[in-house]
């Protein structure tokens, strides 16, 4: 069974830089895409981004100027930074593991399988 | 960004009833070349992340209840719990993954009448 574990700083001042981890235990991050999620009560869930099993990245253009998502196969962990951050970036946030498929000779992300326990992280001076 | 657009925002049904959420995307998500539509259905609970319940519209997720049935096609789908039961209470959110760029729906809250 796949369990994700996430950790993070929870408060931030604007300005700075967010920074959260997932790990991923009873499968591996190199085997499958990855995306990170957030949630607010105003606007309800947000794609941010995603890493695929060879390092690729896809970024929602809203954020992608701020945005960095990376993962470390030695440790089986992937990570996301968010620079610059205001009060509009507090939001719970997730990672999850994709349920992928492909298509045509190609693989892609698709819907969210497991998901990390989520981290609420404020930013506020 | 596709946009998508549940209806109603929140439901209340009697135990044992039928509950029907909509799901209108502002384009089709209906891939032609292999006839899938690409989206899913989640449910999300107080304090936890949300559940995959449906993918590829209508196909549910292993260790979901066949009470839950999507349907569907193009722009307007359907999420269906056929007997409601009190652990089903819950906000549902439908996702189109037709674009690199997935968007959800605001969720239709589920309540008990």
């Known amino acids: 069974q796949v369990q994700i574990q996430q950790w993070g700083a929870g408060l931030l001042k604007p300005s700075e830089t967010l920074s959260l981890t997932c790990a991923v235990n009873g499968g591996s991050v190199s085997g499958h895409y990855w995306s990170w999620i957030r949630q607010t009560p105003g606007k309800g869930l947000e794609w941010i981004g995603e890493?695929?099993?060879?390092?690729?990245?896809i970024y929602n253009p809203s954020l992608k100027s701020r945005l960095s998502i990376s993962s470390d196969t030695s440790k089986n962990q992937f990570s996301l930074r968010l620079s610059s951050v205001t009060a509009a970036d507090t939001a719970v946030y997730y990672c999850?593991?994709?349920?992928?498929?492909?298509?045509?000779?190609?693989?892609?992300?698709?819907?969210?399988?497991?998901w990390g326990q989520g981290t609420l992280v404020t930013v506020s001076s | 960004d596709i946009v998508m657009t549940q209806s109603p925002d929140s439901l209340a049904v009697s135990l044992g009833e039928r509950a029907t959420i909509n799901c209108k995307s502002s384009q089709s998500i209906l891939y032609n070349s292999n006839n899938k539509n690409y989206l899913a259905w989640y449910q999300q609970k107080p304090g936890q992340p949300p559940k995959l319940l449906i993918y590829w519209a209508f196909t549910r997720e292993s260790g979901v209840p066949d009470r839950f049935s999507g349907s569907g096609s193009g722009t307007d789908f359907t999420l269906t719990i056929s007997s409601l039961r009190a652990e089903d209470v819950a906000v549902y959110y439908c996702?189109?993954?037709?674009?690199?760029?997935?968007?959800f729906g605001q969720g239709t809250k589920l309540e008990i009448k």
């Open positions: 890493i695929n099993h060879s390092g690729s990245t």
């Open positions: 996702q189109q993954y037709y674009t690199p760029v997935r968007t």
């Open positions: 999850a593991r994709e349920l992928g498929y492909c298509s045509g000779g190609a693989c892609y992300g698709g819907t969210f399988e497991y």
